[in-house]
Nanobody
Framework: QVQLVESGGGLVQAGGSLRLSCSAS????????MGWYRQAPGNKRELVAH???????NYADSVKGRFTISRDSAKNTVSLQMNSLKPEDTGVYYC????????WGKGTLVTVSS
């Protein structure tokens, strides 16, 4: 079984920054890809950022240049540094890890006010 716990969400004004963190435990290894999705009210869940064990990353076009994903494979943690936040970044952010299937955290709410 795999457990993921996110932290770091909150309310911030447009232009501000937040850092999300996710800690994974259970039957996973440092080779497992990890990342973040988000879901805004009324929208489907969308990929925000993904990182492989080797550190290769990819981002949604809407966050490129503003968000940075990183991981500590030894600790099985993944972080998302979010800068220059916009109201459209508002949503619930979910951490995931891929270990045969996707495992998800419960999500952390990010609200960006204009």
């Amino acid at each position: 079984q795999v457990q993921l716990v996110e932290s770091g969400g909150g309310l911030v004004q447009a232009g501000g920054s937040l850092r999300l963190s996710c800690s994974a435990s259970g039957n996973i290894f440092s080779i497992n890809p990890m990342g973040w999705y988000r879901q805004a009210p009324g929208n489907k869940r969308e990929l925000v950022a993904h990182i492989t064990s080797g550190g290769s990353t990819n981002y949604a076009d809407s966050v490129k240049g503003r968000f940075t994903i990183s991981r500590d494979s030894a600790k099985n943690t993944v972080s998302l540094q979010m800068n220059s936040l916009k109201p459209e970044d508002t949503g619930v952010y979910y951490c995931y890890v891929i270990s045969g299937t996707y495992y998800w955290g419960k999500g952390t709410l990010v609200t960006v006010s204009s």
